[in-house]
């Protein structure tokens, strides 16, 4: 008779399958863009960002796990996309501070004298 | 289902190579590591509170990089185990691309000189046309992203550079919208990996079985390359970029990423099956981007913003030889050909407006008052609606020879029909420079932008008295 902590290890140890990891990641995909569409904050739309960028690593890596003949390529695909989204945020966060600076805010609608 | 063989091969390919040559692929990225080395000593020259020396030694750089790139003409081959590719399509871009930036940094000295920082727009010029070089010459999904990615942040800060209201504003609007498309990129490409098992463009023959995976791909690969060379519908980021940055980038965003960002997706397809529907797809995008600019372009009365939406229609001509790549011959010379030319003519049209002024009223008499920069004026409009003998007019004439050879003889006819419709676009901007008004005050050119314009203006008649003889070499 197995106790609770065996049944949580075995459960944890069981093999999820790919489209597991892959919903999670298509659902994190989702709401990181649909707040990057709605949300008016430019911070929050770069966290939102973020939450993408995520994303695509944990399909990264769960496609890479599931494909052992890769070669890792799938882990060094990941390690790049999260260098390139660290740079991302430093430009992001400066070109935001500059906006800041000049209007005292980012909201993204106030931010908006050229049209047409 | 097939995808084992694939991860085989591929792990051939490895075994046999005994991972890289360095020897053998070192030179043949020579003229990437130049630019790299001169990016990074423009900035080291900064730092040492040298900033006179920077646009000099940019300008050498980049012409230095051209030069080791001449060699390699004729060379098709992949370099570190086939990720980057040495040919017709990544050479060229080198010997348009690197010269048209290091006008585009002489364009921008009278604009930074002796402000905060100036040596680091030259850098980040330099930087910006590496990740325009890493995406013409992509044969791996992780160039394309880092292509991207690159020559994204080079132009975030560029845009950014003067600080001011506009300019900020610009910048952000461009970012907001550039990282949410290339998150959207990388997510799609993502799937390419996992249904090929293998980011390398070249194994993508296999994506065609499963038809969801493939179509995730192709749509991102579209968005993220489509913002990059602002074709419609991912094009709003770009009036506002240009009209908001100072005019130098402007000019260097019209031409540079966009160069790349297409040749970057004739890269793709190369290798993409056509059971994708690319073809279909990129036909559609490329009407869609010809007759939105065109009109869009109609109705602007500020100069910047009518290039802006001009060159969006220009990056769905150049879509008719990514289309035909699957079927025509001349694609590759056509895309080439039309990328020198509109390098040229578009940088020149910029550095009239960086002379002459931003707004449609600006130009008013301009012809009559400084008659030789009024007739350049002309010779770049003539040449963007493609009217023979000039540049524009060869590079346009092989695109649709290479989209009627490729069986989109519908879209030859859509983009003929935009031509007659932008030549009312580039009047707008001609009559009134001829139109018999009190002139508002001459334009005088400073040296620097008149070296860059006539430098253009040497090149439109050139590349165009030219292009029989380059075609030659590029076949």
């Given at each position: 008779?197995?106790?609770?902590?065996?049944?949580?290890?075995?459960?944890?140890?069981?093999?999820?399958?790919?489209?597991?990891?892959?919903?999670?990641?298509?659902?994190?995909?989702?709401?990181?863009?649909?707040?990057?569409?709605?949300?008016?904050?430019?911070?929050?739309?770069?966290?939102?960002?973020?939450?993408?960028?995520?994303?695509?690593?944990?399909?990264?890596?769960?496609?890479?796990?599931?494909?052992?003949?890769?070669?890792?390529?799938?882990?060094?695909?990941?390690?790049?996309?999260?260098?390139?989204?660290?740079?991302?945020?430093?430009?992001?966060?400066?070109?935001?501070?500059?906006?800041?600076?000049?209007?005292?805010?980012?909201?993204?609608?106030?931010?908006?004298?050229?049209?047409? | 289902?097939?995808?084992?063989?694939?991860?085989?091969?591929?792990?051939?390919?490895?075994?046999?190579?005994?991972?890289?040559?360095?020897?053998?692929?070192?030179?043949?990225?020579?003229?990437?590591?130049?630019?790299?080395?001169?990016?990074?000593?423009?900035?080291?020259?900064?730092?040492?509170?040298?900033?006179?020396?920077?646009?000099?030694?940019?300008?050498?750089?980049?012409?230095?990089?051209?030069?080791?790139?001449?060699?390699?003409?004729?060379?098709?081959?992949t370099v570190f185990m086939d990720t980057f590719?040495?040919?017709?399509?990544?050479?060229?871009?080198?010997?348009?691309?690197?010269?048209?930036?290091?006008?585009?940094?002489?364009?921008?000295?009278?604009?930074?000189?002796?402000?905060?920082?100036?040596?680091?727009?030259?850098?980040?010029?330099?930087?910006?046309?590496?990740?325009?070089?890493?995406?013409?010459?992509a044969g791996d999904?992780m160039f394309?992203?880092?292509?991207?990615?690159?020559?994204?942040?080079?132009?975030?800060?560029?845009?950014?550079?003067?600080?001011?209201?506009?300019?900020?504003?610009?910048?952000?609007?461009?970012?907001?919208?550039?990282?949410?498309?290339?998150?959207?990129?990388?997510?799609?490409?993502?799937?390419?990996?996992?249904?090929?098992?293998?980011t390398l463009?070249?194994?993508?023959?296999?994506?065609?079985?499963?038809?969801?995976?493939?179509?995730?791909?192709?749509?991102?690969?579209?968005?993220?390359?489509?913002?990059?060379?602002?074709?419609?519908?991912?094009?709003?980021?770009?009036?506002?970029?240009?009209?908001?940055?100072?005019?130098?980038?402007?000019?260097?965003?019209?031409?540079?990423?966009?160069?790349?960002?297409?040749?970057?997706?004739?890269?793709?397809?190369?290798?993409?099956?056509?059971?994708?529907?690319?073809?279909?797809?990129?036909?559609?995008?490329?009407?869609?981007?010809?007759?939105?600019?065109?009109?869009?372009?109609?109705?602007?009365?500020?100069?910047?913003?009518?290039?802006?939406?001009?060159?969006?229609?220009?990056?769905?001509?150049?879509?008719?030889?990514?289309?035909?790549?699957?079927?025509?011959?001349?694609?590759?010379?056509?895309?080439?050909?039309?990328?020198?030319?509109?390098?040229?003519?578009?940088?020149?049209?910029?550095?009239?407006?960086?002379?002459?002024?931003?707004?449609?009223?600006?130009?008013?008499?301009?012809?009559?008052?400084?008659?030789?920069?009024?007739?350049?004026?002309?010779?770049?409009?003539?040449?963007?609606?493609?009217?023979?003998?000039?540049?524009?007019?060869?590079?346009?004439?092989?695109?649709?020879?290479?989209?009627?050879?490729?069986?989109?003889?519908?879209?030859?006819?859509?983009?003929?029909?935009?031509?007659?419709?932008?030549?009312?676009?580039?009047?707008?901007?001609?009559?009134?420079?001829?139109?018999?008004?009190?002139?508002?005050?001459?334009?005088?050119?400073?040296?620097?932008?008149?070296?860059?314009?006539?430098?253009?203006?040497?090149?439109?008649?050139?590349?165009?008295?030219?292009?029989?003889?380059?075609?030659?070499?590029?076949?």
């Amino acid at each position: 008779m197995p106790g609770p902590i065996q049944t949580v290890a075995e459960t944890l140890n069981s093999q999820i399958p790919l489209e597991g990891f892959l919903i999670v990641a298509a659902v994190m995909f989702a709401i990181g863009a649909w707040g990057a569409v709605i949300r008016r904050n430019a911070v929050v739309v770069f966290m939102c960002v973020e939450i993408m960028i995520n994303a695509v690593n944990l399909t990264l890596v769960a496609f890479a796990d599931f494909l052992p003949d890769a070669g890792g390529i799938g882990a060094s695909y990941a390690a790049l996309i999260i260098a390139i989204a660290a740079a991302e945020v430093a430009v992001g966060l400066a070109i935001v501070l500059a906006i800041f600076r000049s209007r005292r805010t980012v909201n993204i609608d106030e931010v908006n004298s050229m049209r047409g | 289902m097939s995808a084992p063989i694939f991860f085989l091969q591929s792990m051939d390919g490895m075994g046999m190579d005994g991972g890289m040559n360095m020897g053998r692929d070192l030179p043949l990225v020579a003229p990437e590591i130049a630019v790299l080395l001169t990016a990074v000593g423009t900035l080291v020259f900064e730092m040492v509170r040298l900033p006179r020396v920077a646009l000099p030694f940019t300008v050498v750089g980049l012409l230095v990089a051209t030069s080791l790139t001449i060699p390699l003409v004729g060379t098709e081959t992949t370099v570190f185990m086939d990720t980057f590719r040495v040919d017709a399509l990544g050479v060229w871009a080198k010997l348009i691309l690197l010269p048209a930036t290091a006008l585009c940094a002489v364009l921008a000295y009278p604009e930074v000189k002796d402000t905060d920082r100036e040596g680091t727009v030259y850098a980040l010029f330099s930087f910006t046309a590496i990740g325009t070089l890493a995406l013409a010459g992509a044969g791996d999904v992780m160039f394309l992203v880092l292509g991207v990615l690159l020559s994204s942040l080079g132009s975030f800060a560029l845009v950014a550079y003067p600080r001011d209201d506009r300019a900020t504003e610009a910048a952000m609007k461009y970012l907001v919208f550039g990282s949410v498309t290339s998150a959207a990129m990388i997510f799609g490409l993502t799937f390419w990996f996992g249904a090929s098992g293998s980011t390398l463009l070249s194994e993508l023959g296999g994506v065609g079985e499963m038809p969801l995976a493939a179509t995730a791909g192709l749509v991102a690969v579209l968005v993220g390359l489509g913002y990059k060379a602002s074709v419609a519908p991912f094009h709003f980021w770009a009036p506002d970029a240009y009209d908001g940055g100072p005019l130098a980038v402007a000019a260097f965003l019209s031409v540079v990423p966009k160069v790349g960002a297409i040749l970057a997706l004739a890269q793709v397809v190369r290798f993409l099956p056509e059971s994708t529907g690319w073809p279909l797809a990129i036909a559609a995008l490329a009407a869609l981007s010809m007759t939105y600019g065109n009109f869009a372009a109609l109705v602007q009365e500020n100069v910047v913003r009518l290039l802006a939406y001009s060159s969006i229609a220009q990056s769905g001509y150049f879509l008719l030889g990514v289309a035909a790549f699957g079927g025509s011959e001349l694609a590759v010379s056509s895309l080439v050909v039309f990328a020198a030319a509109y390098a040229a003519m578009n940088i020149g049209a910029f550095t009239i407006v960086a002379v002459a002024g931003r707004d449609l009223r600006d130009f008013a008499g301009v012809g009559r008052s400084a008659p030789v920069l009024g007739a350049a004026m002309v010779v770049f409009l003539v040449s963007l609606v493609g009217i023979p003998p000039v540049a524009g007019f060869f590079g346009k004439f092989l695109l649709f020879g290479a989209a009627i050879e490729g069986g989109f003889v519908w879209l030859a006819v859509v983009a003929i029909l935009n031509s007659v419709l932008s030549l009312g676009v580039y009047l707008r901007v001609i009559v009134p420079m001829y139109r018999a008004t009190k002139p508002r005050a001459t334009p005088v050119s400073v040296p620097a932008i008149g070296a860059v314009w006539m430098i253009a203006l040497f090149l439109t008649v050139a590349i165009g008295v030219a292009a029989q003889a380059l075609i030659g070499n590029i076949v």
